[in-house]
């Protein structure tokens, strides 16, 4: 099992910047790709970016593509979002999770077997 607990959601202005951050903690984190996911108000929850168990190779959105990135640090048991550019419709309830899946470009939110509580990112015009 892996526990995973988000950080760095928060208020911002438009075209501003955030950086979410995961820490896993449980088995070992290279073991798991990883995503971030997010729920806007009223709308169901997506995949935003994913990345694999090395983190050589990383997937996102085309909304995202060019103003977010995702990476993580295995020695750090952690996974990052840099967002830049914001935009109002990046406003949502963001999620990290985990998958044991080899196959890390799925991209099915039912392949993710943990979750993170999420954090809220609102992005004010």
């Known amino acids: 099992q892996v526990q995973l607990v988000e950080s760095g959601g928060g208020l911002v202005q438009t075209g501003g910047s955030l950086r979410l951050s995961c820490a896993a903690s449980?088995?070992?984190?290279?073991?798991?790709?990883m995503g971030w996911f997010r729920q806007p108000p009223g709308k169901d929850r997506e995949l935003v970016s994913a990345?694999?168990?090395?983190?050589?190779?990383?997937y996102s959105k085309d909304s995202v593509r060019g103003r977010f990135t995702i990476s993580r640090d295995n020695a750090k048991n952690t996974v990052y979002l840099q967002m830049n550019s914001m935009r109002f419709e990046d406003t949502a309830v963001y999620f990290c999770?985990?998958?044991?899946?080899?196959?890390?470009?799925?991209?099915?939110?039912?392949?993710?077997?943990?979750w993170g509580q999420g954090t809220q990112v609102t992005v004010s015009s």
């Open positions: 449980g088995r070992m984190f290279s073991d798991f790709a």
């Open positions: 999770a985990a998958t044991e899946r080899a196959d890390w470009t799925s991209f099915v939110l039912g392949d993710y077997n943990y």
């Open positions: 990345i694999s168990r090395s983190g050589t190779d990383t």
